[in-house]
């Protein structure tokens, strides 16, 4: 029989770390049954003890899942680990994850401890931790820096301090395969008591080689992998749910099982990236948009004569079906919901109306709409509720003329305008705003994508603006770009905390 392999999913922790893809409670309890849905089997929530909002998003999430374990993070601190039972109170199944850093570079700097003291308090918290839930997984981290025998005595020791699971993490993503999966298997060799345990990888990105890391740990006896949707996380991020299970799916000789149902991977993958603003390289293994897109002659002929001349993988497998119903302005409300919950959004009647209206408004502009573009418009519909919005907006631009644009905003139901110059016609638009919205606000960065091709494709707008010491992230997407750049400066502006 098949080894079990376990998918703990940290998208909710690690992967929203991110900048700008901070999600809401309600936008994280959707995508924590959609990870339910995926049959990953461990959820990790949050870090209750940072912020009220991850509080409070762990607590709903334990209320809102049913079968998979919801963990909380923590650091090796009393406090930290009271408030996480506490959030993790209605969990039917629960796990406190709890560490600290163990590589001498961490210890002496971060800590300014001692080996000694290090194993210390790392006992000392899953003691207290064991008393508050029956399973506690320990995390060393930058593990893999960390020498392997001093790791073997810190994980001997939080064994025997009652952790049920072992987390090495490649906290910055240094090790190379061969030497993670070594220290993997130094841990089996000469720890005391591991094979009762679950050991777990936690690799990062930083020189590309999480997922190979990953496997390699693997091979040499970890059972639970860390991963994060589209291996979005810290810095180049987290090894990619996706990538292991569709390793472990097609590769028949690896003896291992996992409760992932692959066909649920495409529409996690999209509402990650849309809840999330976080775009997928087109060139994303498994899930990328030109992942299954064969373009040069050789191969195409070679994948009309049979699929698997070039494909590895049966793009069904993942969900891609390429049989979907292409939407025009002719289509009705039903076949909108239908696309949209194939895309992993699920709205409810009153949102669908909303949504249904600028599908029209869009599908009479463009001839395709296709599902980014039904994806964005979704996801805009999520920032409606905001105090401020845009009433309307005039620009006129062109050759040898000043660009001059006037705005009209609505601030809480009162009615503003105002009207400017700029060297170009988004800063003319934005001149105008800020003679509204009189603020200290510093443009950090500003990008404008298109999202598909052709003149008449929505532009996307990222923004990231300074407010009082504050980073602020915004988002717009319009067929016009400097309708799309001023909504995601207001987008912005309507984030601010003070
Ligand atoms: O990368 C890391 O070491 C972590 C730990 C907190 C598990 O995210
Ligand atoms: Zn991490």
Same mark, same amino acid.
């Given at each position: 029989?098949?080894?079990?392999?376990?998918?703990?999913?940290?998208?909710?922790?690690?992967?929203?770390?991110?900048?700008?893809?901070?999600?809401?409670?309600?936008?994280?309890?959707?995508?924590?049954?959609?990870?339910?849905?995926?049959?990953?089997?461990?959820?990790?929530?949050?870090?209750?003890?940072?912020?009220?909002?991850?509080?409070?998003?762990?607590?709903?999430?334990?209320?809102?899942?049913?079968?998979?374990?919801?963990?909380?993070?923590?650091?090796?601190?009393?406090?930290?680990?009271?408030?996480?039972?506490?959030?993790?109170?209605?969990?039917?199944?629960?796990?406190?994850?709890?560490?600290?850093?163990?590589?001498?570079? +961490?210890?002496? #700097?971060?800590?300014?401890?001692?080996?000694?003291?290090?194993?210390?308090?790392?006992?000392?918290?899953?003691?207290?931790?064991?008393?508050?839930?029956?399973?506690?997984?320990?995390?060393?981290?930058?593990?893999?820096?960390?020498?392997?025998?001093?790791?073997?005595?810190?994980?001997?020791?939080?064994?025997?301090?009652?952790?049920?699971?072992?987390?090495?993490?490649?906290?910055?993503? #240094?090790?190379?395969?061969?030497?993670?999966?070594?220290?993997?298997?130094?841990?089996?060799? +000469?720890?005391?008591?591991?094979?009762?345990?679950?050991?777990?990888?936690?690799?990062?990105?930083?020189?590309?080689?999480?997922?190979?890391?990953?496997?390699?740990?693997?091979?040499?006896?970890?059972?639970?992998?860390?991963?994060?949707?589209?291996?979005?996380?810290?810095?180049?991020?987290?090894?990619?749910?996706?990538?292991?299970?569709?390793?472990?799916?097609?590769?028949?000789?690896?003896?291992?099982?996992?409760?992932?149902?692959?066909?649920?991977?495409?529409?996690?993958?999209?509402?990650?990236?849309?809840?999330?603003?976080?775009?997928?390289?087109?060139?994303?293994?498994?899930?990328?948009?030109?992942?299954?897109?064969?373009?040069?002659?050789?191969?195409?002929?070679?994948?009309?004569?049979?699929?698997?001349?070039?494909?590895?993988?049966?793009?069904?497998?993942?969900?891609?079906?390429?049989?979907?119903?292409?939407?025009?302005?002719?289509?009705?409300?039903?076949?909108?919901?239908?696309?949209?919950?194939?895309?992993?959004?699920?709205?409810?009647?009153?949102?669908?109306?909303?949504?249904?209206?600028?599908?029209?408004?869009?599908?009479?502009?463009?001839?395709?709409?296709?599902?980014?573009?039904?994806?964005?418009?979704?996801?805009?519909?999520?920032?409606?509720?905001? +105090?401020?919005?845009?009433?309307?907006?005039?620009?006129?631009?062109?050759?040898?003329?000043?660009?001059?644009?006037?705005?009209?905003?609505?601030?809480?139901?009162?009615?503003?305008?105002?009207?400017?110059?700029?060297?170009?016609?988004?800063?003319?638009?934005?001149?105008?705003?800020?003679?509204?919205?009189?603020?200290?606000?510093?443009?950090?960065?500003?990008?404008?994508?298109?999202?598909?091709?052709?003149?008449?494709?929505?532009?996307?707008? +990222?923004?990231?603006?300074?407010?009082?010491?504050?980073?602020? #992230?915004?988002?717009?997407?319009?067929?016009?770009?400097?309708?799309?750049?001023?909504?995601?400066?207001?987008?912005?502006?309507?984030?601010?905390?003070?």
């Amino acid at each position: 029989m098949n080894d079990r392999l376990y998918f703990f999913d940290t998208t909710l922790r690690d992967g929203e770390q991110v900048p700008g893809c901070q999600l809401n409670t309600v936008e994280k309890i959707q995508l924590a049954k959609q990870l339910e849905l995926l049959g990953v089997d461990i959820i990790e929530a949050g870090f209750p003890v940072s912020s009220p909002g991850d509080f409070q998003s762990v607590q709903e999430i334990s209320k809102a899942v049913t079968w998979p374990t919801i963990c909380a993070l923590t650091r090796a601190v009393q406090k930290d680990i009271d408030v996480a039972a506490e959030a993790l109170a209605f969990a039917k199944r629960k796990r406190i994850h709890t560490g600290i850093g163990t590589s001498d570079m +961490h210890i002496k #700097y971060k800590f300014n401890s001692t080996r000694e003291e290090i194993i210390e308090r790392g006992v000392a918290a899953v003691k207290y931790a064991r008393n508050l839930v029956d399973d506690v997984e320990f995390y060393a981290e930058d593990a893999g820096r960390t020498d392997n025998e001093f790791l073997a005595r810190v994980i001997e020791a939080m064994i025997k301090a009652g952790a049920t699971v072992v987390n090495i993490p490649d906290t910055t993503g #240094y090790c190379m395969p061969q030497e993670f999966g070594a220290k993997i298997k130094y841990l089996v060799d +000469h720890v005391p008591g591991i094979e009762n345990v679950i050991i777990s990888t936690h690799c990062h990105n930083d020189l590309g080689m999480a997922t190979a890391n990953t496997l390699s740990g693997v091979l040499n006896g970890a059972r639970q992998v860390e991963v994060t949707v589209n291996g979005i996380g810290e810095r180049a991020g987290n090894t990619s749910l996706e990538e292991i299970a569709m390793i472990v799916k097609c590769r028949k000789d690896l003896p291992l099982a996992t409760n992932i149902n692959t066909t649920k991977i495409c529409a996690t993958s999209r509402m990650v990236s849309n809840l999330m603003n976080m775009p997928v390289q087109p060139n994303k293994a498994i899930v990328g948009r030109n992942a299954f897109a064969h373009s040069s002659g050789i191969h195409q002929d070679g994948v009309l004569k049979n699929a698997q001349t070039y494909e590895i993988i049966d793009p069904k497998d993942i969900g891609l079906d390429d049989n979907s119903i292409v939407l025009t302005a002719r289509s009705g409300r039903a076949a909108l919901k239908h696309h949209l919950q194939s895309l992993g959004v699920d709205l409810d009647q009153e949102k669908l109306d909303t949504v249904y209206q600028q599908f029209l408004q869009l599908a009479d502009k463009k001839k395709d709409v296709t599902d980014d573009d039904l994806l964005i418009l979704a996801g805009t519909h999520r920032n409606t509720g905001r +105090h401020i919005t845009i009433d309307y907006l005039q620009v006129v631009s062109g050759v040898n003329v000043r660009p001059v644009a006037s705005i009209g905003l609505n601030i809480a139901g009162e009615h503003f305008e105002a009207a400017a110059s700029g060297t170009g016609p988004v800063d003319a638009a934005i001149c105008a705003l800020k003679k509204i919205i009189n603020r200290p606000m510093v443009m950090k960065e500003f990008t404008i994508q298109s999202i598909n091709k052709g003149s008449d494709d929505l532009g996307k707008v +990222h923004i990231q603006l300074e407010h009082n010491g504050d980073l602020y #992230y915004g988002f717009g997407a319009h067929t016009d770009i400097i309708a799309a750049s001023v909504e995601a400066y207001v987008d912005c502006i309507n984030k601010f905390r003070n």
